[in-house]
C-alpha cells in the first residue's frame, strides 16, 4: 500500500505541474508579445512626438505614420489605422507626467492670437529703418496710431515725428527718407494748401457724421508720398513741405533714399498761413485688407511692435 501511496503522490505532483505549464507558458508568450510591441512602438519615436506641437508635430506625425506602414505590412491601410489606435493606447498608460509636459509644451510654442499678430508684423517689417535719420519712437502716446483725434472725431492712424520728441531735432525740410526698397504709388507734386475756410467746413462736417470721412483725412493729411513695398505693405509720408522731383509714380525707390522733406501741410497752422509745428506723420498699412499698424492694439502694444522695429 505504502509504495502504492508513494506512487500515487508522485504522479498526481507531475501531473499539477503539468496543469500549471500551460498557463505560465501562455503568460510568457504574452509577455514577450508585449515586450516586442512596445519596443517598435519606441522605435517608431511615438514618445519623443507626444509633447509637441505646431509644424514639427505635422512633419513628426507624418513621418510616424510612414514608419508605422514600414512596420506593419506595406500599404495596408487597416494595419496603419490599428497601429494609430494602439499608439493611442500607449500615450494614454504613459499617464499624467505626460500630460502635463505637454501643456507645458503648448503654452511655451503656441503664443496668443494678438501675440502671433504682433510677431508677424515684426517678422515682416525688422528690416525698416527709421524714416528720419537717428530719429526714435516718439515718447508722446498721443502721437502713436490708435490716439484719439477729438477735432476731427476720429482716430490717428499714423507714427508722429515732432521736434524734441524723437531724440533729434525736426525741422521745415529735414530730410524723409524710405524705411525699405518699394514703389512709389502717389506723390503729391501739386498739393495746394487748403483756405482755413474750406477746412474748418471739413471738420465741422466731421462733428455731424461722428467720425472723419476718409477723402477729409486725405485732404487733413496734406502733401504725401505712398510707397508700396513686399507683402502689401504701403506706407504714407505725410504733412510735407516738399519732395523731390524724381520722385514719380512707379519710380523704384531704394531703403534710405530721400523722398522729401518735412513740413505741415494739411495742418491747422498751414491753412493760417504759418510754418509752425512741422513733423512728419507716417502711417504704415498692412495686408490684404489694408490695415494700419495699431488698428485694434492698444498704444502700449503698438509702441511695443514699433520700438522692436524701428530701435
Ligand atoms: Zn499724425
Same mark, same amino acid.
Given at each position: 500500500?505504502?509504495?502504492?501511496?508513494?506512487?500515487?503522490?508522485?504522479?498526481?505532483?507531475?501531473?499539477?505541474?503539468?496543469?500549471?505549464?500551460?498557463?505560465?507558458?501562455?503568460? %510568457?508568450?504574452?509577455?514577450?508579445?508585449?515586450?516586442?510591441?512596445?519596443?517598435?512602438?519606441?522605435?517608431? %519615436?511615438?514618445?519623443?512626438?507626444?509633447?509637441?506641437?505646431?509644424?514639427?508635430?505635422?512633419?513628426?506625425?507624418?513621418?510616424?505614420?510612414?514608419?508605422?506602414?514600414?512596420?506593419?505590412?506595406?500599404?495596408?491601410?487597416?494595419?496603419?489605422?490599428?497601429?494609430?489606435?494602439?499608439?493611442?493606447?500607449?500615450?494614454?498608460?504613459?499617464?499624467?507626467?505626460?500630460?502635463?509636459?505637454?501643456?507645458?509644451?503648448?503654452?511655451?510654442?503656441?503664443?496668443?492670437?494678438?501675440?502671433?499678430?504682433?510677431?508677424?508684423?515684426?517678422?515682416?517689417?525688422?528690416?525698416?529703418?527709421?524714416?528720419?535719420?537717428?530719429?526714435?519712437?516718439?515718447?508722446?502716446?498721443?502721437?502713436?496710431?490708435?490716439?484719439?483725434?477729438?477735432?476731427?472725431? %476720429?482716430?490717428?492712424?499714423?507714427?508722429?515725428?515732432?521736434?524734441?520728441?524723437?531724440?533729434?531735432?525736426?525741422?521745415?525740410?529735414?530730410?524723409?527718407?524710405?524705411?525699405?526698397?518699394?514703389?512709389?504709388?502717389?506723390?503729391?507734386?501739386?498739393?495746394?494748401?487748403?483756405?482755413?475756410?474750406?477746412?474748418?467746413?471739413?471738420?465741422?462736417?466731421?462733428?455731424?457724421?461722428?467720425?472723419?470721412?476718409?477723402?477729409?483725412?486725405?485732404?487733413?493729411?496734406?502733401?504725401?508720398?505712398?510707397?508700396?513695398?513686399?507683402?502689401?505693405?504701403?506706407?504714407?509720408?505725410?504733412?510735407?513741405?516738399?519732395?523731390?522731383?524724381?520722385?514719380?509714380?512707379?519710380?523704384?525707390?531704394?531703403? %534710405?533714399?530721400?523722398?522729401?522733406?518735412?513740413?505741415?501741410?494739411?495742418?491747422?497752422?498751414?491753412?493760417?498761413?504759418?510754418?509752425?509745428?512741422?513733423?512728419?506723420?507716417?502711417?504704415?498699412?498692412?495686408?490684404?485688407?489694408?490695415?494700419?499698424?495699431?488698428?485694434?492694439?492698444?498704444?502700449?502694444?503698438?509702441?511695443?511692435?514699433?520700438?522692436?522695429?524701428?530701435?
Amino acid at each position: 500500500m505504502k509504495p502504492k501511496f508513494v506512487k500515487n503522490t508522485r504522479g498526481s505532483s507531475q501531473k499539477q505541474f503539468r496543469h500549471l505549464f500551460i498557463p505560465i507558458l501562455l503568460v %510568457g508568450i504574452i509577455l514577450t508579445a508585449g515586450w516586442i510591441y512596445l519596443d517598435i512602438d519606441d522605435i517608431q %519615436g511615438t514618445n519623443p512626438v507626444a509633447g509637441d506641437n505646431g509644424e514639427k508635430v505635422k512633419d513628426e506625425e507624418n513621418k510616424d505614420s510612414e514608419e508605422t506602414k514600414d512596420v506593419v505590412s506595406e500599404g495596408d491601410e487597416e494595419e496603419v489605422v490599428n497601429g494609430q489606435k494602439d499608439k493611442e493606447k500607449q500615450e494614454t498608460e504613459n499617464g499624467k507626467e505626460e500630460t502635463d509636459q505637454e501643456d507645458a509644451d503648448q503654452s511655451a510654442e503656441i503664443p496668443p492670437s494678438e501675440e502671433w499678430d504682433r510677431d508677424l508684423i515684426v517678422s515682416k517689417l525688422d528690416h525698416f529703418i527709421s524714416p528720419i535719420e537717428d530719429a526714435v519712437i516718439t515718447y508722446a502716446d498721443s502721437h502713436l496710431p490708435g490716439a484719439d483725434r477729438a477735432y476731427r472725431n %476720429g482716430v490717428h492712424e499714423g507714427i508722429d515725428y515732432f521736434n524734441e520728441y524723437v531724440g533729434v531735432p525736426i525741422e521745415i525740410d529735414t530730410p524723409v527718407k524710405s524705411v525699405a526698397e518699394g514703389e512709389v504709388i502717389r506723390a503729391d507734386h501739386d498739393f495746394k494748401e487748403l483756405e482755413k475756410s474750406y477746412r474748418d467746413e471739413l471738420l465741422e462736417e466731421t462733428a455731424e457724421l461722428g467720425k472723419t470721412p476718409e477723402d477729409t483725412l486725405d485732404k487733413l493729411r496734406g502733401k504725401q508720398v505712398w510707397v508700396e513695398h513686399e507683402h502689401n505693405i504701403v506706407v504714407r509720408y505725410a504733412h510735407l513741405n516738399s519732395i523731390e522731383a524724381h520722385i514719380e509714380e512707379g519710380y523704384q525707390i531704394e531703403q %534710405g533714399e530721400v523722398l522729401g522733406g518735412v513740413g505741415n501741410t494739411g495742418t491747422g497752422a498751414a491753412a493760417e498761413g504759418r510754418d509752425d509745428g512741422p513733423h512728419l506723420h507716417m502711417e504704415i498699412w498692412l495686408g490684404e485688407d489694408q490695415r494700419f499698424l495699431g488698428e485694434e492694439k492698444s498704444i502700449d502694444e503698438t509702441r511695443e511692435i514699433l520700438v522692436e522695429i524701428f530701435e
